[in-house]
């Protein structure tokens, strides 16, 4: 295989961005070479400036449900773009993927678009701190909820692979607002609710952790996060940046019966482009500014072509067959790599 035009670009990226990327995981350095360039992409197929052919299993990590250049997708983007690209004043398509997210997870009866994942828990730390005068935050080792000053404490995702547990540049005053709690580990979830439940704003988790390997909950662990932040009166936050429209159309929450307090919700919604949004009860929602005291604000939220893509994407999810298909692929993925497992004897 020949990778000389990759490795051109890699050469000039080096002096452009720091480590040569715009995000840490895109340098490989976990999977051992240069990475390539991508000149284009269809269905499961990548294709690099070289013209090499690679099947692609992260999608966008996750954004793309359906594959590259879906054709709803596409078609829905082009329509949208032919009517201008950002307004910075609302417009329609706003309603109709708030209302698509809405029946499909009824914990959600407000949102708030913001244009990543990120930005999205950020807003819910700031949110659930505002609403419960309360300044402390619980989290699980290994969940990642972006590059959130106070959530970049024992996060997965780039900070695990890259080996960065954490990160410079957190104050220390901040990260002491955040607790951390092992996963699985009722014992210790009960303990900490004990010492710090009073003071805790909220507790954060992905409800099916996918950024430290993919780590089930076990029985009954959800419903133990819910009881004690019920009694200690913290927030319930689930991030569904992953699991949400990808474990089933309502998300992780459907699947386990759990409501959360907030939602927030990222990748998937956006069919590709920069969304993110945060959605939960109204009487919460509603200390974002301008109504409350909470203040957030987005110059390209609720962008026309993110929304357009979101609703695009989540319409054809809506018709039902995918999840099974999906279900049935990663059968086919887990039993493979199961049989290989076996060969290499690894542990
Ligand atoms: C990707 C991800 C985020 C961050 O979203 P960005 O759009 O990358 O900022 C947050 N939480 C989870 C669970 C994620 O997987």
Same mark, same amino acid.
């Given at each position: ?10 050469? $000039? ?7 040569? *990327?715009? +995000?840490?995981?895109?340098? =490989? ?20 400036? %070289?013209?090499?052919?690679? @099947? ?25 773009? $032919? ?22 997870? &009824? ?12 930005? #999205?828990?950020?807003? !819910? ?39 960065? &547990? %954490?990160?410079?540049?957190?104050? #220390? +005053? ?7 709690? &092992? ?8 303990? #900490? ?6 003071? @805790? !704003? ?53 699947? =386990?019966?759990?409501? &959360?307090?907030? @939602?927030?919700?990222? /990748? ?6 920069? *969304? ?9 929602? %509603? ?25 695009? $994407? ?27 497992? /076996? ?5």
């Amino acid at each position: 295989m020949d990778f000389s035009l990759s490795e051109k670009l890699w050469n $000039q990226a080096q002096e452009l961005f720091p480590g040569g *990327v715009n +995000s840490p995981v895109r340098s =490989f350095q976990s999977v051992g070479r240069h990475p390539f360039y991508v000149s284009r992409a269809k269905g499961s197929k990548l294709f690099d400036v %070289d013209a090499n052919c690679y @099947t692609d299993y992260v999608c966008s990590w996750g954004a793309l449900i359906h594959g590259h250049c879906y054709s709803p997708v596409v078609r829905a983007i082009n329509e949208a773009l $032919q009517n201008g690209t950002s307004f910075g004043a609302n417009c329609p398509l706003e309603i109709r993927l708030s209302q698509l997210i809405r029946s499909a997870m &009824p914990s959600i009866e407000k949102i708030r678009f913001l244009n990543s994942g990120t930005e #999205a828990c950020m807003t !819910a730390i700031r949110l659930a701190r505002g609403f419960s005068r309360r300044e402390k935050i619980m989290k699980f080792e290994g969940c990642y909820h972006g590059h959130v000053d106070s959530l970049l404490v024992k996060a997965g995702s780039g900070a695990l692979t890259t080996g960065i &547990p %954490d990160s410079e540049g957190i104050p #220390a +005053s901040l990260s002491a607002l955040t607790i951390i709690l &092992p996963w699985n580990d009722e014992e210790k979830l009960i303990a #900490a609710f004990k010492k710090y439940g009073r003071e @805790t !704003a909220a507790i954060i988790l992905e409800p099916v952790p996918a950024n430290c390997g993919l780590i089930p909950p076990k029985e009954g662990f959800l419903e133990s996060i819910e009881s004690q932040a019920r009694a200690y009166g913290s927030l319930i936050i689930f991030d569904e940046v992953i699991t949400g429209f990808r474990l089933s159309y309502g998300g992780a929450q459907a699947l =386990f019966r759990i409501k &959360p307090d907030l @939602t927030v919700l990222g /990748k998937i919604i956006g069919g590709g482009l920069p *969304v993110g949004a945060i959605g939960g009860k109204k009487e919460i929602m %509603d200390c974002l500014s301008p109504l409350g005291k909470v203040y957030q604000a987005g110059t390209l939220s609720g962008n026309p072509l993110a929304m357009a893509a979101g609703i695009a $994407q989540l319409e054809e999810l809506q018709k039902g067959h995918a999840y099974q298909y999906l279900e049935n692929l990663g059968q086919q993925l887990e039993a493979g790599m199961l049989e290989i497992q /076996k060969k290499l004897s690894y542990p």
